[in-house]
């Protein structure tokens, strides 16, 4: 089913993951012990993150280094398809542009569309590690919104092949991402609104915030969008906090603020084990006042953690 049916079709708020595919050598069997805890909630749906290629430098025998590449969380397309199987619950796959060509692009998403799948989450993707700033494949796409539009595309029927006769139309539901705290590239958040209102106006069916920890930061942003013209569904992006590293990780990786009285607590944390506990109760709070608020969905970035967001679900429902 199509995550815009399911938010149509919801009498409350929803409850949905998202997860990692397993570092490469893992197994999946990793990734269903992490599921296991989650599977008793009921999610609308799972999204699955996707992982670009990455160059790296290794020592041959010789004693030269050899620049390689190396993807180290391969297979979301076929780990939405495993779940969906195992679990019977929608996935939602990530696409990203980075690292594919339109041709690429097109591929992946036939191959999703006869597994079954019908959701995607376009993004652009990050800078590849080594790299500053964000460079397109050769023939690839270099914002979101152009991804986004080779799908429409493709559910009306428009492959790359132009001369294709009675080609067959996809159906995918389009989410896409919005940044509380604004994107960090952008100059403002008026000019990160506009580009997002341009996604939602070339086919996105709802939004998918990045993480933020201080409810209020969602809402206006909420309010910044409707005053725009932004009227599809902003589904809010939660994070768990577990150990005294993120306090700067988070906002160095996210660009995304810590409210004082949570760095502050977390701070005063002896050791990881009472961050986690802090963490909960955090996460506990900012969920209970979104839920209240009428939020289309909770979905929770489960990274690592799914004891603690499924002990953050259980008091919720
Ligand atoms: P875009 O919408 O293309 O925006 C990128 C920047 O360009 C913004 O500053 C925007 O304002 C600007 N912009 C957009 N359009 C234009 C235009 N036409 N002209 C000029 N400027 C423009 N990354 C991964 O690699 N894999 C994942 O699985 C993944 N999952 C994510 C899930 C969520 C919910 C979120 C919030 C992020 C995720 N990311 C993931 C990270 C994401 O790829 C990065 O944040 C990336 O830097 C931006 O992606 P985007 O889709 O928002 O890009």
């Not at 993807?71 to 019977?88: D, F, L, V």
């Not at 409810?215 to 589904?235: H, L």
């Amino acid at each position: 089913m199509r995550v815009i049916d399911h938010l149509n079709n919801a009498k409350q708020t929803l409850i949905s993951f998202e997860i990692l595919p397993p570092l490469k050598g893992k197994g999946i069997q990793s990734l269903y012990n992490h599921l296991d805890v989650l599977a008793e909630f009921k999610p609308a749906f799972i999204n699955v993150t996707y992982h670009r290629s990455e160059h790296v430098f290794k020592k041959r025998a010789d004693g030269i280094f050899e620049k390689v590449v190396v993807r180290k969380r391969p297979g979301t397309e076929s780990i939405c398809a495993a779940i969906m199987n195992k679990y019977n619950v929608d996935t939602v796959p990530h696409l990203i542009c980075g690292g594919f060509n339109i041709n690429e692009t097109e591929d992946a998403l036939i191959n999703l569309h006869y597994l079954g799948i019908d959701n995607v989450l376009v993004l652009r993707g990050d800078a590849a590690k080594n790299e500053a700033n964000f460079e397109p494949e050769p023939g690839g796409h270099k914002y979101a919104i152009d991804l986004l539009k080779q799908v429409t595309d493709l559910n009306s029927g428009i492959y790359l092949e132009e001369d294709l006769k009675d080609s067959s139309k996809t159906k995918f539901c389009i989410g896409v991402a919005g940044y509380p705290e604004k994107h960090f590239e952008a100059p403002n958040m008026e000019t990160d609104l506009k580009n997002l209102k341009a996604k939602v106006d070339a086919g996105a069916d709802y939004i998918v915030t990045q993480m933020f920890f201080d409810n209020a930061k969602y809402f206006s942003f909420v309010n910044a969008c409707r005053e725009v013209g932004i009227n599809v569904p902003i589904i809010p992006g939660l994070k768990p906090i577990y150990t005294k590293k993120q306090l700067t990780i988070l906002p160095k990786t996210f660009h995304i603020d810590l409210p004082t009285p949570l760095s502050e607590a977390i701070a005063a944390c002896k050791n990881d084990l009472d961050v986690e506990k802090i963490g909960q109760e955090w996460l506990l709070e900012q969920s209970k006042e979104l839920k209240k608020a009428g939020v289309p969905v909770l979905h929770y970035y489960t990274l690592g953690r799914p004891q603690l967001v499924a002990n953050v679900v259980r008091e919720l429902v």
